[in-house]
């Protein structure tokens, strides 16, 4: 008897802790998301608002990607590699 409510016992904290980690996981899967599409936003506001000025829109968009880099690199999301992706994907922008 005393083996069955350890058994229970044991598979009830096991449900726990396995649903607060992929609850957790989701929620940084969507953070990394939410940063990124924050970050392809503000690009596009900005390519829009200098559209007519082709080279201050070049400058502005190399400064823009050099805070990006620097922010992702502090940032505890993301690893090296990611950044670099990031950083790629918004250049080609």
Do not use: G, P, W
């Not at 083996?3 to 989701?26: D, E, G, P, Q, S």
């Not at 922010?71 to 670099?84: A, C, G, Q, Y």
């Amino acid at each position: 008897m005393e083996f069955v409510v350890i058994f229970l016992a044991t598979l009830v904290v096991a449900y726990i802790v396995l649903r607060k980690t992929n609850h957790k996981i989701k929620q940084t899967a969507v953070k990394k998301n939410e940063i990124i599409e924050q970050y392809e936003s503000e690009l596009q506001s900005l390519i829009e608002q200098y559209k007519d000025d082709k080279i201050t829109q070049l400058e502005q968009k190399k400064r823009f990607l050099k805070q990006c880099n620097d922010e992702l690199s502090r940032n505890i999301f993301f690893t090296n590699e990611e950044s670099s992706i990031i950083i790629k994907r918004l250049a080609e922008i």
